[in-house]
């Protein structure tokens, strides 16, 4: 293709995405096909002959479309928010153009440096102080595994330089709990600690927040029995009820040992954009690593997952490999993000952030997040004034746990209602909402937060419950 065939199609395709965007609504939310329809409808063998661009865009709504969930729709209340702002598509579409690479500072210094100073900016808007420093990863997943990694030869005394893991006379230790993100445990198997090394600390079992004591607990145990305690992962709005873990008493238990600890904010990292929030992660300054996900309710189109540290230069021990074609004469005066984290070559990810905060504007991000925990707060009040339903949990940010018990019903026909009626409702297409364990007993998450999603859609969705669940 050459630069004059793509400025014509790109701006054919610029007009495809605007109006797939304002038609969004219209749309069914969850996707709409059955396992291999997408698959099936493509030919088998690549195009060998060039096709016209308006026939890609042809096949793109007869057979793409249909098979996407639309997470940007303002009736989509599953999982978390995942929003792509359409400030941050042309980021993405800049960046892409550009094709730029980073595999060294010298590969392409603007990659580097514009994401040094993006991701500086974004430390500052949730107040961290500049004792940490930060680079992109693709996801929070990836940035937990770092973490650990991080962790593990911190407390191997980097042993991955001798005998690895295998070397190690004692068994290395990680604390979480079972509200954590199943990426902390997938993290910890694939850092090479075994289940058998990765507590499950007890909750609060109202909040699901972590008890301090029973960590406390939990490494005098391991202590006791020649093992060591490693690294704490904790939930900074966890995925399940939102909740939050006590990171003050956890940094203070852990300090005293040397225990790497991990915050995951992958969610609510984006609330400490508000002040009034900031609370909720007291103590963050003593953790060694955060992750957050501006793609989720932030709105930063995938995959923008910040990873802070305290300590780079233990990461970059780590993580640095040093091959003679990667070296040049600015070494030890350039960030190399490669040894940040595990891939060599990166894309320029920062120009996703940096015409988001550019277009938006960090004060109207703001008033969205806001708009949207009100919508949650006007929600649980209606579930709580309702004697048909109840909040499962606490409501701590944007998420709505919920359940319609019309009190007649076993434990095990409420589970069954429950996903009977959320079922209904999603496959109807008309809202999207995620069911999911709380306690062994099936609940109902309504995570408000899509870029679209006003108080309309959301009294639109507190009726159909109603109506739904009270009325099949
Ligand atoms: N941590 C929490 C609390 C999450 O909610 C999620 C995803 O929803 C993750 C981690 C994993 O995020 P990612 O998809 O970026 O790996």
């Not at 698959?39 to 060998?48: G, L």
């Not at 970059?316 to 060599?344: C, H, K």
């Not at 929600?379 to 709505?400: C, F, G, K, M, Y």
Request: net charge negative.
């Amino acid at each position: 293709m050459t630069p004059e065939e793509f400025r014509k199609a790109g701006h054919q395709l610029i007009d495809w995405i605007a109006d797939y965007r304002s038609g969004i609504e219209q749309m069914p939310v969850r996707a709409q096909v059955q396992p291999g329809e997408v698959k099936n409808s493509f030919e088998r063998s690549a195009p060998d002959n060039r096709a016209p661009f308006g026939e890609l865009i042809d096949l793109l709504d007869a057979r793409v479309i249909k098979g996407i969930t639309q997470v940007q729709s303002p009736m989509h209340f599953g999982w978390f928010p995942s929003n792509a702002s359409l400030a941050s598509v042309l980021g993405d579409i800049a960046s892409s153009g550009l094709g730029a690479l980073g595999i060294s500072w010298e590969s392409c210094p603007s990659l580097t440096e514009v994401e040094e100073v993006t991701v500086d900016w974004m430390r500052q808007l949730v107040g961290l102080s500049d004792q940490w420093r930060g680079t992109i990863h693709d996801t929070a997943s990836t940035a937990c595994l770092t973490a650990l990694l991080a962790a593990r030869e911190k407390a191997g005394k980097f042993c991955l330089q001798h005998g690895g893991l295998q070397a190690l006379p004692d068994a290395l230790v990680v604390y979480t709990t079972e509200e954590a993100h199943s990426s902390v445990e997938k993290s910890a198997l694939l850092a090479g600690f075994g289940r058998d090394n990765l507590r499950m600390v007890q909750m609060d079992t109202n909040t699901r927040a972590m008890s301090p004591n029973a960590l406390a607990l939990a490494i005098d145990d391991d202590l006791r029995l020649g093992r060591v305690p490693t690294a704490v992962v904790a939930s900074c709005g966890s995925t399940g009820v939102t909740a939050f873990d006590p990171i003050a008493d956890i940094v203070n238990i852990a300090a005293s040992h040397s225990i790497w600890v991990h915050v995951d904010a992958a969610m609510a990292g984006t609330a400490m954009m508000l002040p009034e929030y900031r609370h909720l992660w007291d103590g963050v300054e003593g953790a060694d690593s955060i992750s957050w996900n501006p793609h989720k309710w932030m709105g930063t189109i995938l995959d923008t997952s910040l990873f802070f540290v305290r300590d780079p230069q233990h990461l970059i021990r780590v993580m640095s490999t040093n091959p003679s074609y990667l070296q040049s004469n600015v070494d030890g005066e350039a960030t190399q993000y490669r040894d940040w984290g595990i891939p060599l070559g990166r894309r320029f990810r920062s120009l996703k952030l940096w015409f988001h905060l550019h277009l938006d504007g960090a004060e109207a991000i703001r008033d969205r997040l806001r708009r949207d925990l009100e919508n949650a707060n006007w929600l649980a009040e209606q579930v709580t004034a309702n004697p048909d339903w109840e909040l499962v949990s606490p409501l701590t940010l944007q998420t709505v746990c919920v359940r319609h018990n019309p009190g007649n019903l076993g434990s095990a026909a409420l589970d069954q209602h429950t996903l009977e009626w959320v079922r209904q409702i999603n496959d109807s297409g008309t809202a999207f909402m995620s069911p999911s364990q709380h306690n062994g007993e099936w609940i109902v998450r309504v995570s408000i937060g899509v870029e679209s999603t006003q108080r309309k859609h959301v009294e639109t969705l507190w009726q159909l419950m109603q109506d739904t669940a009270g009325g099949y």
